[in-house]
């Protein structure tokens, strides 16, 4: 079908029309919310479908008349674009259905600018990932850029969301700085910057290292990779819930989907010690965030933190398919790339789901540290239900799709000792152990988000009141669960998906084993392992339907209520339960070096003694400020140039003349 | 999917279920005799299951139906991992469905639902021990995973009948790598299935303990399965330890009068090893909360260990 | 006949490096103009040997206008300056006067030795005037640099053009003449202005002095 | 039909005598918005007729109109009379401030027209000496423009931009002398030796050893103009203490016109000496210019200034392309002087509301633009973010071609081009964003702001980075060819 990529464009630019329909209909709140999202939420339900018919279709390629006259828009649809576009797509339904029913009068913005720049930036992601020339990807990748850090500065009346802005800013443009200069080093001297021509470029060893090291800068920088991870927890929690659930939740992604444009199919050749770069730098940055989330106190930053961990395991995944793919076993290659993006697509719907979720818990409760929230389970059930599939889903638990993309990637590191050197042998164990801590940290992680926030009694009064989600906002929330549940219980046909994303990129995909297994998910085959969930989770439910009528069928249901047992001491009052920084305790202890703790404890007589503890991060003191500082150093110098002296001024002149000339005639 | 096949299936979850009480009266048995206690009789657990079954179940007027939910979902859960081990038989349709690594994530199923459960009345005592029930369950669940990544490692893979069918035919030599798997498994099943020297499963001191904090607020038929669940916890731990350690005397597939065999050695296995249980009891004190990560510590290094000598020395 | 005015030239010129170096030592502002003055006398001559010598009819004109506005215009334009705004006779330098002179004498050298292989080139008659006239820009240069007052700074600035319609007489046979005749009108708005500034200067800061000049700049 | 050349010159040439005596009135606004115009619709039909024809001189071959200079005509006519339109409510601003008096008004209106007439004569003129003599007077007359208000501030930065400028200038002089010594070798002295048009003609058999000192005298010369660093001091002050609109045509016009002098010299150096002497100092000097601005933006309290900066970092970017040569760098050069003019323009008729409302250019008193005016606030906001080179808009598109240009000829320059486009982003954008966002205690504005030529010059701006019309890419190719040879 032709339909490809002129049916997206079509879709982007009806996008856009949203956009300046809402620029229109400025302060008409009603418009902007009941009829333009609900219309861009079925405009991307209509781009997944087309994404799902192109994954499988031949790639296409269109010029548009726009851009620089030497070098026009390039757009090029393949599988591994139709990949990235379906998630972006689905993700944007569900959010943009969300979105509707969230914005609510006065608050930061008008609804039409908020609609304009959010549209702006669904289409520039779409059009960054179907970009088929160096310019195309720059000037979308830093719309993307630009459009989202107008919607994370909404209200920007408040200090901290304009620094988180412009932290975030700049670091995106920093990221952008090094990824325009590594397609400036792919290009070897042709001048011409169309992928096609990129591919075609033969570079040698040295140049190829230094375009791969630049490529995992810059688009570290934009993953939140950890050097360059600080602005991801500031500017998340900064922007509105459904924008920060389309920064997580995808944003992250098209990173992803640009390091794998430029390692796998810019560049031919792989070297070995690339894949081991990225495997550390991609675990480092699992177990900083993982560590990080199971101590915050914001819930959103929790979740911020815990993206970082999530786009950690996934670089892990596309370093060792780097790994196995440049000893030329490109079977396991196939296997960890498939975890890797597997793990892309579920993380990209759970978490954006958790996001929603704090976000109608900060509608209804206008509160987002842990330590005020609490018991919202008994008035906002729908939301609580939803939110649970969607933790359960980000601990990475059995019968959810997160935990089968942490199956493929435990999977795929048994087969490691195939590896020739002895020394990657000997990584395996260390790399296997480091993704099961991280994995069981993310449990420990989720149940402190779910408890705080959802059990337990209500930690203020004024949650007694908490309203649930609207309409708009469940049907999006049920639509990314329903999602999150069919990732983990159909692998086999999610499978089938990837499989023409890896044949493109490795060569091979697991297609044909896997399918011939039916309901199991064989990667390799049956003798070494297999995993089936829906078995799995019909075992349990078997296990839970016997014992319930065991139960109700020998004895009785009957059920009294009382108070609960308060071991003699009456006065238990709600401030009494765990609170977040508690809960987070024992990690804190456990993982003191990782962090800079700053505690304050009350000395003895002091009139109200108060205890505060603050977590930071050490990549901000030792990194952040010192660069600062020379650059601070850098311009005072160069600030001494102009002391306002005039017979200075003149000097500076004469010597200029008397140097060019001496140059001139030498 | 052979008839033997279900048949042997069906066979090892009825005889888990049946015999999961038995064996923790029987370790509570041995470790009143080796402090010189006069014992409970070996059938008093069946008769608190019997009598808890009988009473109203009284539930915390703030319980959500979570609270309601989480003991069906946790005694599921294990009996699904009992059904999972092969203790009788190595033919089990289920197993292709779950290998080693969604087993620990069964395990870990069941304990996140049941701290959500404990975390949901809002009292103190439940979410202090959910907290630390998910102190222990993330360090001791790596640990478990890279013990049965070791014997993945030995029979070149994860579902768990082909483990043993490896482990059992091969002639008998000694595995350094399995030792130490050996030990990191014995500290980790102390740690999981709350036994002394991380937690005392008799006492009732608030501040001490961790598996009593998360039941503390159920009561009658909710107790009830949620003993019963540990109880099938412990079994299927010691199941996982038979199988990797002392896999002999199995029933193989085509066999079904092996079958018949396979019961006896079974609980005599079962015998021995909870023996060995309440004989490591009696000789450990209970640790300080915060000693038990660094315990916990040395069983996923012993893990680790075994791993790297199982790929360096090959053995 | 070529070789005398070739020779009047080479005087001329020199009499102009002379004139030059006097107004770096000079401490005096009004025999800095004076100074000034006969820079403009000497230039008018050698225009005129150059007009003779090679026929150019135009030449004579800008001679008549270098004339009028350097030796008669501006001089008194500078005098009623200095009387209305009663400027102090001495000028103040910011390094002495003996480092300037050397300073002078190396720049010399150097404009000699960069104009020399361009200066045997030129068909015109005043062939090695060339170097000298950058000596006399450079110098004039250097004199703006180490004057720390306005009025000083404004006559190294007009000697600076001198030299420079002295390179242009002498290299080139003069512009053509639209073109003098423009540069002409640019120095005569530029005097009037910096006479303008100057009254300005005076009543905001009550002195000449270039130094109360320096509040613009980084901190 | 009437020469459109000679309209271009006439226009201006009399506007500035009506505004001489008509100036201080409040209807002298209108008139210096209407002359503007007038030259506007003038330059385009100058520009059409080129299109058609080609090429075209006029009197005797004393002007000469190619495609290189026939779009820096039109560009500097346009943002002539968007800045006449913006300095209307500015001056009634000012007026009510009291910090114009009516001669003052009159002095600016005929001095602006005067200005406009020298940039244009500048531009237009096929001799030589006629361009020193043009850049000599638009010197002098921005000078006047920059002291009108007569503060102390004004008076030092009209004192230095004269003497520093007047300095550099000289040096050109000299530089034009040498030239027109070589040219009389080889074409003779019956006038015909300082018309560009004969000297690109015959530039092959100039002597190679007059042209490269001509051209060093030449380029400090009219890079003084331009403001390159090592002789840049006297721009920031001029910049930041003139009136707006003079602030707004000065980073905008006057250094493009400079830029264009140095590339009339480089095409006839490249031709005389066939090395790459003169590239070799445009780079090196332009790279200077954009690492150094860069720290220096870091170091800003005042608005106007950081942005003076700013000109200068991009006018370093510039020399740089033209510095790199061939046809990409060329036409990206080229590129880029429109859509820099463009937007820095915009950006100070933001700025110019911005100081008006707050009283003063100091950026920490400037705060929450957006919330008092939301015209004004988008304005500086999105102009800082194109001028920073963020994609959708032009600069972008022009600093792309530079850049990788560069990486192919010079691979050595790209690190420090991106690490000062870096520290320029940084620190510009974090003293812009507290100033457009945020709280604020500013009062609206008594007049409605001139909100339309800031959006229209964004408007352009946008489009050139996304969308080059056929024409507008032809001309610049021909441009190009022209300079790159």
């Not at chain 1, 956009?19 to 997944?48: C, D, E, T």
């Not at chain 2, 199923?109 to 222990?136: C, H, K, N, P, Y």
């Not at chain 3, 102009?16 to 170096?21: E, G």
Request: charged letters at 10%; hydrophobic letters at 55%; proline letters at 5%.
């Amino acid at each position: 079908m032709s339909l490809g990529v002129e049916a997206i464009l079509v879709v982007v630019a009806a996008w856009l029309v949203l956009g300046l329909a809402g620029l229109f209909a400025l302060h008409r709140f009603w418009f902007v919310a009941r009829v333009l999202f609900p219309a861009g939420g079925a405009l991307a339900l209509a781009l997944a479908a087309i994404a799902l018919a192109g994954l499988h279709a031949s790639a296409e390629s269109v010029v548009l008349p726009i851009g620089l006259p030497s070098l026009p828009f390039h757009f090029r649809l393949d599988s591994l674009s139709a990949f990235f576009i379906l998630a972006i797509a689905a993700v944007a339904a569900g959010v943009s259905a969300f979105a509707a029913g969230y914005f609510r009068r006065g608050e930061g913005t008008p609804p039409g600018l908020l609609c304009l720049q959010y549209h702006v930036f669904l289409a520039s992601m779409v059009l960054v990932v179907l970009a088929d020339d160096a310019y195309a990807f720059m000037v979308m990748w830093e719309t993307m850029a630009l459009s989202s850090f107008f919607l994370v500065t909404t209200n920007h009346r408040i200090p901290e969301i304009r620094n988180a802005g412009y932290l975030y800013l700049l670091i995106a443009h920093i990221g952008a700085i090094g990824i325009l200069l590594c397609f400036g080093v792919l290009q070897a001297d042709t001048g011409d910057y169309t992928f096609a021509n990129l591919r075609a470029q033969q570079l040698e060893p040295f140049w190829a290292s230094v375009a791969f090291l630049l490529a995992l800068f810059g688009f570290g920088a934009k993953a939140g990779i950890l050097p360059l991870h600080v602005w991801l927890p500031e500017a998340h929690p900064a922007a509105p819930s459904p924008v920060s659930a389309l920064m997580s939740g995808v944003m992250l992604k098209t990173a992803v989907y640009g390091f794998l444009r430029i390692t796998y199919d810019l560049m031919p050749t792989q070297f070995w010690w690339w894949g081991v770069v990225v495997l550390a730098v991609g675990l480092a940055t699992a177990l900083f965030g993982v560590v990080f989330a199971a101590i915050q106190v914001d819930m959103k930053r929790l979740l911020a933190y815990s993206s970082i961990e999530n786009i950690g395991l996934i670089f892990a995944g596309i370093g060792l398919a780097i790994l196995f793919s440049s000893f030329g076993m490109q079977p396991m290659a196939a296997l960890a790339l498939t975890a890797a993006l597997y793990h892309v697509l579920s993380h990209a719907f759970f978490k954006s789901l958790l996001f929603l979720g704090t976000g109608a818990v900060l509608h209804a409760t206008s509160e987002r540290s842990l330590g005020k929230l609490g018991g919202l389970i008994r008035t906002m059930p729908w939301v609580a239900w939803v939110s649970l599939i969607g933790a359960l889903a980000s601990a990475g638990l059995p019968p959810f799709g997160g935990f089968v993309s942490e199956w493929l990637l435990l999977q795929s590191f048994l087969f490691a000792p195939g590896l020739p050197t002895a020394f990657l042998n000997m990584l395996v164990p260390a790399v296997a152990a480091l993704i099961a801590l991280v994995a069981a940290l993310a449990g420990y992680t989720m149940v402190k988000f779910f408890g705080v926030i959802f059990l337990g009694q209500p930690r203020e009064e004024k949650l007694a009141h908490a309203r649930d989600a609207g309409g708009w906002e469940r049907i999006g929330m049920v639509w990314l669960a329903g999602a999150s549940v069919l990732l983990g219980v159909l692998p086999v046909q999610v499978i089938a998906l990837i499989d023409a994303v890896t044949g493109q990129l490795v060569g091979t995909g697991l297609g044909p084993v896997v399918s011939r297994s039916g309901w199991l998910l064989v990667p390799v085959d049956i003798e070494r392992a297999s995993y089936g969930p829906a078995i799995f989770l019909a075992g349990v439910a078997l296990g839970f339907g016997l014992a319930y009528a065991f139960v109700r069928q020998l004895y009785h249901g009957r059920t009294r209520r009382a108070a609960p047992w308060d071991c003699g001491y009456p006065w238990q009052t709600p401030r009494m339960q765990d609170s977040a920084e508690g809960f987070g305790q024992p990690i804190r202890q456990i993982f003191e070096p990782l962090l800079r703790v700053q505690r304050e404890l009350p000395r003895a007589g002091d009139a109200q003694p108060r205890y505060r503890v603050s977590v930071g991060d050490h990549f901000w003191y030792w990194l952040y400020q010192p660069v600062a500082l020379v650059v601070e150093r850098a311009a005072g110098i160069v600030g001494l140039l102009q002391q306002g002296r005039i017979s200075v001024y003149l000097l500076y002149s004469f010597l200029t003349v008397i140097g060019i000339l001496v140059w001139v005639t030498r | 999917m052979t008839l033997t096949g279900i048949a042997s299936q069906i066979l090892e979850v009825v005889a888990a279920l049946a015999l999961a009480p038995l064996l923790s009266g029987w370790v509570s048995q041995c470790r009143a005799w080796l402090q010189n206690k006069s014992a409970p009789s070996l059938l008093q657990p069946y008769r608190t299951l019997h009598k808890l079954f009988n009473k109203d179940s009284v539930l915390a007027d703030r319980a959500s139906s979570l609270f309601r939910a989480a003991p069906y979902i946790v005694f599921g859960c294990m009996a699904l991992a009992c059904g999972i081990v092969p203790t009788l038989s190595t033919e089990l349709p289920l197993s292709p469905a779950a290998d080693a690594i969604a087993l620990v994530g069964l395990f870990a199923l069941a304990r996140v639902f049941i701290s959500l459960a404990a975390m949901d009345v809002g009292t103190a005592f439940g979410t202090l021990g959910a907290r630390r029930e998910m102190l222990i369950g993330f360090l001791a669940e790596p640990a478990l995973l890279m013990v049965l990544f070791t014997a993945s490692l030995i029979s070149q893979s994860t579902s768990l009948t082909t483990i043993v069918e490896t482990l059992a035919h091969r002639e008998l030599a000694i595995y350094p790598s399995l030792a130490l798997a050996g030990v990191a498994f014995t500290i980790v099943s102390l740690a999981e299935n709350a036994r002394v020297p991380v937690d005392n499963p008799a006492t009732h001191l608030e501040l001490t303990m961790i598996h009593e904090a998360l039941i503390l607020e159920y009561s009658g038929r909710h107790l009830a399965l949620l003993e019963w669940a540990a109880a099938l916890k412990l079994f299927a731990y010691s199941a996982i330890g038979l199988a990797l350690f002392f896999p002999w005397g199995v029933a193989e597939a085509e066999s079904p009068l092996a079958l018949l065999l396979a019961a006896p050695v079974l609980v005599l296995k079962l015998g021995i090893g909870g023996a060995f249980l309440a004989a490591l009891e009696t000789v450990s004190a209970k640790m300080r909360i915060f000693r038990v990560p660094e315990f916990l510590a040395t069983a996923f290094l012993l893990a680790v260990m075994a791993m790297l000598t199982r790929i360096l020395l090959g053995a | 006949m070529s070789s005398l005015s070739g020779q009047l030239i080479n005087f001329f010129a020199v009499v102009l490096l002379l004139l030059a170096f006097a107004m770096i030592s000079q401490r005096r502002v009004l025999s800095l103009i004076h100074f000034f003055t006969m820079q403009g006398i000497a230039l008018v001559a050698a225009t005129v040997v150059v007009a003779y010598a090679t026929g150019q009819s135009h030449l004579y004109v800008s001679a008549g206008i270098t004339l009028v506005l350097k030796v008669f215009l501006i001089p008194w334009l500078l005098h009623r300056v200095i009387d209305r705004l009663g400027v102090r006779w001495d000028v103040e330098t910011l390094i002495n006067i003996p480092t300037t002179m050397l300073i002078g004498i190396v720049l010399v050298i150097f404009s000699f030795n960069l104009a020399a292989p361009i200066s045997e080139l030129s068909s015109s008659i005043a062939r090695g005037t060339l170097g000298i006239a950058l000596a006399c820009v450079l110098l004039s240069f250097m004199m703006m640099i180490t004057r720390s007052k306005a009025v000083p700074q404004v006559i190294g600035f007009l000697s600076m053009e001198n030299g420079l319609f002295f390179a242009a007489t002498a290299a080139t046979y003069g512009m053509p003449m639209v073109v003098e005749l423009g540069i002409a009108l640019d120095v005569l708005v530029g005097i009037l202005i910096l006479g303008v500034f100057m009254f300005h200067i005076r009543e905001q800061f009550d002195s000449l002095d270039i130094r109360h000049l320096e509040k613009l700049k980084e901190e | 039909m009437i020469d459109a050349l000679f309209l271009v010159l006439g226009i201006p040439l009399l506007g500035a005598a009506v505004l001489g005596l008509t100036g201080h009135r409040d209807f002298a606004r209108d008139i210096n918005a209407a002359f503007s115009l007038g030259t506007l619709i003038a330059a385009g039909a100058l520009t059409a007729r080129v299109i058609s024809e080609g090429p075209i001189f006029a009197w005797d071959r004393e002007f000469f109109v190619d495609p290189l200079n026939v779009f820096l005509v039109t560009l500097t006519a346009f943002v002539a009379f968007t800045t006449a339109l913006f300095s209307r409510p500015y001056m009634q601003v000012e007026k009510e401030h009291g910090k114009m008096t009516p001669n003052r008004l009159r002095l600016y209106h005929s001095m602006y027209q005067l200005f406009s007439f020298t940039m244009l004569l500048a531009l237009l003129t096929n001799n030589m000496g006629i361009l020193w003599v043009a850049m000599e007077a638009a010197t002098l007359t921005t000078v006047l423009l920059v002291s009108v208000y007569r503060t102390a501030a004004s008076l030092e930065a009209a004192w230095k931009y004269f003497i520093l400028c007047g300095v550099g200038i000289a040096q050109a002089l000299f530089g034009t002398v040498l030239l027109y010594m070589a040219a009389e070798k080889v074409v003779g002295a019956e006038g015909g030796a300082l018309l560009w048009t004969h000297l690109d003609a015959v530039k092959g058999q100039l002597d190679p050893r007059i042209i490269t000192l001509a051209f060093a005298f030449l380029f400090i010369g009219y890079g003084t103009k331009v403001g390159l660093v090592p002789v840049h001091n006297w721009l920031p002050d001029a910049h930041a203490e003139g009136p707006t609109p003079v602030s707004a045509v000065l980073s905008g016009l006057l250094l493009n016109v400079a830029l264009y002098a140095i590339l009339r010299c480089k095409v006839l150096t490249d031709g005389a000496l066939q090395g790459p002497l003169a590239g070799q100092l445009m780079i090196g000097f332009g790279l200077l210019s954009v690492v150094a601005a860069a720290f220096f933006i870091s170091r800003q309290r005042d608005a106007k200034r950081m942005f003076a900066y700013s000109s200068i970092e991009h006018m370093g970017l510039m020399t740089f392309a033209f510095g790199v040569g061939g046809p990409v760098a060329t036409y990206a050069g080229l590129l880029h002087m429109t859509v820099h003019s463009l937007i820095k323009s915009a950006i100070f008729f933001a700025v110019g509301h911005a100081s008006q409302k707050a009283g003063t250019q100091i950026m920490q008193e400037i705060r929450g633009l957006i919330r008092v005016s939301p015209m004004v606030g988008w304005g500086l906001m999105l102009g800082t973010l194109a001028i920073l080179g963020m994609p959708p808009f032009g600069v972008f598109a022009s600093e792309f071609l530079i850049l990788t240009t560069a990486m192919r000829e010079q691979p050595w320059a790209t690190p420090f081009l991106l690490l000062a486009l870096g520290v320029a982003f940084a620190s510009m954008f974090g003293r812009v964003q507290p100033m457009v966002f945020g709280e604020t205690a500013l009062k609206p504005l008594p007049h409605q702001p001139a909100a339309i030529p800031v959006f229209i010059h964004l408007g352009l701006g946008l489009m050139l980075g996304l969308y080059i019309p056929p024409y507008l890419d032809e001309w610049y190719r021909q441009a190009a060819r022209m300079v790159a040879g």
